[in-house]
């Protein structure tokens, strides 16, 4: 659902401010699907900036694909930081989001805890809790450099490599409370837009559902078992490749074998 509004011409504000306010006077109309980002003169930006007087302002709410996918991060994000506060950080070796099976993605973490509803239940609520008190999300341009040293410090490392082959000299990186990451795309101004979601347990890992309605259906991992499967196989085989994520890519580009990388996969599908 998309809004334009014309801004006053004597101020300066910032996106969120006038979001709140539209959202305000039509509380009915934004109930369902808050306003996540604004597209400033046909260029999408997130509602902590600050825009002049005189500009054409399109507000994205999370029904829409874009928004969508901002909400998405958001609530990656959130589950991120609430799993390492309930496990430890030192207990936690890695966290990886796998895959998408409808409106899941499977996420699969690895370290010295036990993963059980128990410790699923508290990741939740700490969810819960960074959305009722609106914990900001902040984002900031560091130097490349800084940003490999700080994601190397928390053990981040699939990150850290990420950035070996960026040819910026800067990056964009986020942060809620404490914790930081890397997001490619756009996030919400807060975690108080990650209300509706499930932690569905599942193999060695779990499920993170984020329903687009309050009354869709829970999530059934059974119903799913051979799209599951195939979709496990080829993380497996990445796993074998030593290609698992875009770092690994990028260091088989940059050797000179990706050709080599090809033949391998095509061996494996055969």
């Known amino acids: 659902m998309n809004k334009e509004h014309n801004s006053a011409p004597d101020t300066r504000f910032t996106l969120q ?31 902590g900036k600050s825009v002049q007087a ?5 507000f994205i709410t999370t029904e829409d694909p874009t928004g969508r996918m901002a909400l998405v991060r958001t609530t990656i994000f959130s589950m991120l930081k609430a799993f390492f506060a309930q496990a430890g950080r030192s207990n936690v070796r890695t966290i990886t989001v796998d895959f998408q099976i409808q409106d899941a993605l ?19 609520r700490r969810m819960q809790e960074y959305a009722q008190n609106r914990y900001p999300i902040h984002r900031r341009r560091v ?22 082959y960026r040819l910026s000299g800067t990056v964009h990186i986020y942060s809620l409370g404490n914790f930081v990451d890397y997001f ?7 975690a108080g837009y990650v209300k509706n979601f499930r932690l569905i347990p599942w193999d060695d890992g779990f499920f993170l559902q984020i329903p687009r309605t309050q009354e869709e259906t829970v999530f059934d991992p059974a119903a799913h078992e051979k799209e599951y499967a195939t979709l496990r196989e080829s993380h497996i085989w ?30 494996l599908i055969e």
């Open 238 to 267: 990445a796993q074998k490749l030593d290609c698992e994520d875009v770092a690994d890519l990028n260091g088989w580009i940059c050797k000179g074998q990706a050709s080599t990388l090809i033949g391998i996969q095509e061996a």
């Open 54 to 58: 005189d500009t054409s302002i399109r």
């Open 17 to 47: 401010d006038l979001a709140m306010r539209v959202m305000k006077e039509h509380p009915d109309q934004y109930r369902l699907a808050p306003i996540i980002l604004a597209a400033v003169d046909g260029k999408l930006m997130e509602l």
């Open 143 to 164: 130097l490349t450099q800084e940003a490999i040293q700080e994601f190397s410090r928390y053990r981040m490392d699939s990150k850290a490599r990420l950035f070996r």
């Open 184 to 190: 490619y795309g756009h996030m919400a101004p807060d």
């Open 106 to 124: 499977f996420v699969r973490p690895a370290g010295h805890f036990q993963l059980d509803e128990q410790l699923l239940e508290g990741v939740a």
